[in-house]
């Protein structure tokens, strides 16, 4: 069934054809030359909604954090451009096979590019001083840790060098909303604190500090109170500027393969 | 009325019979939903009254239908004598029993490779006409189907799909003839609307919405743009039989978000059409917005009503505009009677006293970006506004206080490609993309909005959570009917706003509800998610 869904592109993609088993279609173009031909596709035909830098628009979705998430593989990414995503916004691209695959060398770059280079600080520095500052009793780690806050795993390839020290120095600056907390007191005077999950006009879902996962509709509500500030403390008064760049050169260190 | 109601909902075993003539009542035949507006005037009014305030709590889920399709469900059917017609992605044609959603029978349209309807292989309905149904294709095709068998009885490629056309909007039929228009703005097409004969599926006439040279309107075109200049069809019209007109909303120049390449008003790009229905002459034209730089295109459905208008009755247009204004103009001339902006807008300082938008300098998109109220997806969009004869309200939905930051950058055409030198960003995306919805309303919210045309003033205000891509229907019975991105389908009082019923359907809604009689009792039609869902009252 799979080879008859790629045969479109057999006759000019590189191919491992195995009458038994799945085929393949690995990326023909993968020289720096295609690269820079896959970024003058990408500048014309993708950045309008996935931006020029690739990081999404609301429309597009960020396309350098090193995972893809409807695609593991450059042929999926092809398929992806020649077919698009149905129900979404996403359309199928009309590109010649060369196009589309000089196009998912770029993407590749894209996701390796961010936070590459020589930075000034020390990651088993970081590393340690991430352990002794008591960080993961919020933040989870290679399956390890709290998860009041974001789960640092892989954090080097969604955010941007200046946005992790920016985290670590002034944790307020930016606090995205999936992290927003709450402060309830129901009609019938039971009260929560928790973590915001979700939310619609007539309802609103939480884990409480317990761990208990709670819906309650705001029907019943005497009071709700979205809290945006982080529970984060102020590690950057503590920590001196070489501490920082320990920590921000680990937390970049932290990516997806 | 009650017993041709009766008379009509009992005949559902007839194969689907609908003449001109019930086409042009269809404000008189409330049991059925013949046009993808309900019909003519586009009111998305029903004189239905048996579902009411007092009984409403009542409403239960009485079938659904799946789609066979990922795609967005934008989907409103036709009812005729108790067969529906729906349309699933990218082109299939379902008719089913409205009492039970059983199907009779599937026309499943194969399309050839690269087909490019941009923002999602959707279709949003058919039109009939006796016994055949109208469908439009990606392929840039009119099919003509028998509303019997589901078979074909003719083809007609209106233009080369591989130049970047497609065609996804419910056709209308005035008369002999079947009006369709072509989607592309974002691939450089030149948009256009063309009549077919409703028997043979020849082209009667053709209205360039984007004028060669030596026509009206192309030197508001600077140097060779016109060429590439746009100007999508994506919605139905309206027709007033009186006037003979056919309105039309057309769509945004092109490229979206470079403006410079294409000096003037780039006609007649994000206007309304008033042409005579008989030979596509235009009678008149009003431009919402003039050398667009936001992608605002006058994507909405074109209302019709006539009004008491300081002292005398009017024959109107009522239109709230994805460029953040809401509009009366006379219908019969085209005259700018009113204009309001009906949400939070920073890109114009007013309307002057032709309509014309007064803009602010520096609202447009730059290299470096432009944040600008409203954002990409409008003050409203596509979705289906309403107006109630018994309320004299109009009601949108509407998207507040939510913006873009709009990007300009240099492109160069290339046919069957992506077209818009530009981009925007937004704190809010144009469909939904995950069920988890976090963010604060300071980034935009929804609104079920309603405004009193005489003066353009909200009366009343049902703000969501998030936003909404849910069209609006008003019965006689003054309930309002709607859904939103949240997967809640729901009832308002029409005249205060006040929530009276919902339920939770999961799917996001992004298709306008409809209602209709099975052997004499009320149905509401949604579709969300995947999946159309039926209601009418339970039993006490």
């Known amino acids: 069934m799979l080879r008859i869904a790629v045969s479109f592109f057999l006759t000019v993609a590189a191919v491992t054809a195995d009458q038994e088993s799945t085929v393949t279609l690995e990326n023909p173009f993968r020289t720096a030359a295609d690269r820079v031909e896959g970024e003058r596709t990408f500048l014309s035909q993708c950045a309008s909604c996935h931006g020029r830098d690739g990081r999404g628009s609301g429309a597009g979705s960020d396309l350098t954090t090193g995972t893809f998430r409807r695609a593991s593989s450059d042929e999926g990414l092809f398929q992806i451009i020649n077919k698009g995503i149905p129900g979404t916004g996403m359309p199928a691209i009309q590109l010649d096979s060369r196009s589309a695959w000089q196009l998912v060398t770029y993407l590749r770059a894209l996701s390796k590019s961010r936070n590459s280079g020589a930075l000034p600080g020390d990651p088993a520095l970081g590393a340690a001083l991430f352990r002794t500052a008591g960080c993961s009793g919020c933040h989870r780690v290679d399956g390890v840790g709290g998860d009041t806050g974001p789960d640092l795993s892989f954090i080097g390839s969604r955010r941007a060098l200046s946005e992790l020290k920016q985290s670590i120095a002034d944790p307020q600056a930016a606090v995205a909303s999936e992290y927003w907390r709450l402060r309830i007191l129901t009609k019938d005077g039971r009260s929560f604190t928790g973590r915001r999950l979700n939310e619609d006009t007539f309802s609103v879902q939480f884990r409480d500090e317990s761990g208990m996962l709670r819906s309650l509709t705001k029907a019943e509500l005497a009071k709700y109170e979205i809290i945006r500030a982080s529970p984060m403390p102020l590690p950057g008064a503590k920590l001196a500027a070489a501490d920082i760049e320990d920590l921000t050169a680990w937390l970049a260190s932290r990516v997806i393969k | ?540």
């Open chain 2, 1 to 540: 009325m009650k017993l041709l109601i009766l008379f009509l909902t009992l005949a559902g075993a007839l194969p689907a019979q609908v003449p001109y003539s019930r086409l042009l009542d269809a404000a008189k035949d409330p049991g059925n939903w013949l046009t993808y507006n309900g019909t003519y005037f586009s009111q998305h009014y029903s004189a239905l009254d048996r579902i009411n305030a007092s009984n409403v709590r009542r409403l239960g889920l009485k079938w659904v239908f799946q789609a066979q399709s990922l795609e967005k469900f934008e989907t409103t059917p036709l009812v005729v004598d108790g067969v529906m017609y729906l349309t699933e992605a990218p082109n299939n044609v379902i008719a089913l029993d409205a009492a039970t959603g059983r199907p009779f029978w599937t026309y499943e349209h194969r399309l050839p490779e690269g087909t490019v309807p941009c923002c999602g292989r959707i279709n949003r309905g058919v039109a009939i006409l006796d016994g055949t149904l109208f469908h439009v294709t990606h392929d840039a095709k009119v099919l003509a189907i028998d509303a019997k068998n589901g078979r074909k009885i003719w083809e007609t490629t209106v233009i080369d799909y591989k130049q970047g056309y497609a065609l996804t909007h419910a056709p209308l039929v005035v008369k002999d003839k079947v009006i369709v228009g072509t989607a592309g703005g974002e691939l450089g097409i030149r948009g256009f609307l063309a009549a077919l004969d409703v028997k043979t599926g020849k082209e009667v006439w053709r209205f360039k919405i984007i004028p060669e040279p030596g026509e009206p309107g192309n030197d508001t075109w600077g140097g060779d743009s016109w060429k590439n200049g746009g100007g999508s069809i994506w919605l139905t019209g309206s027709y007033d039989p009186e006037l003979n007109l056919t309105y039309w909303g057309t769509g945004n120049p092109g490229p979206d978000w470079n403006p410079t390449v294409r000096p003037g008003d780039n006609l007649y790009s994000d206007c309304v059409l008033a042409l005579d229905a008989d030979t596509g002459k235009l009678k008149w034209h009003f431009q919402f917005t003039p050398h667009d730089e936001w992608d605002w295109d006058a994507v909405q459905v074109p209302v019709l009503a006539d009004l008491d208008w300081k002292g005398a009755r009017r024959k109107v247009m009522l239109w709230a505009n994805r460029n953040a204004f809401f509009y009366v103009l006379d219908r019969a001339s085209g005259e700018f009677l009113l204009g309001q902006p009906f949400v939070k807008q920073t890109w114009a300082s007013g309307l002057d006293e032709k309509g014309r938008p007064m803009k602010i300098a520096g609202r447009g998109p730059s290299r470096e970006g432009t944040k600008t109220w409203p954002g990409v997806q409008g003050g409203t969009n596509w979705y289906a506004p309403s107006f109630s004869p018994r309320t004299g309200l109009f009601y949108v939905t509407a998207w507040e206080d939510y913006h873009g930051t709009y990007y300009m950058w240099d492109q160069k055409f290339e046919q069957g490609k992506w077209y818009v030198g530009g981009g925007v960003k937004a704190p809010v995306p144009p469909t939904k993309r995950d069920r988890i919805m976090t963010r604060g309303t300071e980034d935009g919210y929804a609104a079920v909005r309603a405004l009193d045309p005489r003066t353009g003033k909200r009366v009343w205000d049902y703000p969501m959570a998030d936003m909404s891509e849910s069209g609006l229907l008003t019965t006689a019975s003054d309930l309002l009917f709607s859904g939103n991105r949240e997967g809640h389908f729901f009832a308002l009082d029409a005249r205060s706003g006040k929530m009276l019923w919902s339920r939770y359907l999961a799917g996001q809604v992004i298709a306008s509800p409809i209602t209709y009689l099975v052997n004499g009792k009320q149905q509401v039609a949604i579709a969300a998610g995947h999946t159309l869902f039926v209601f009418a009252l339970e039993e006490e």
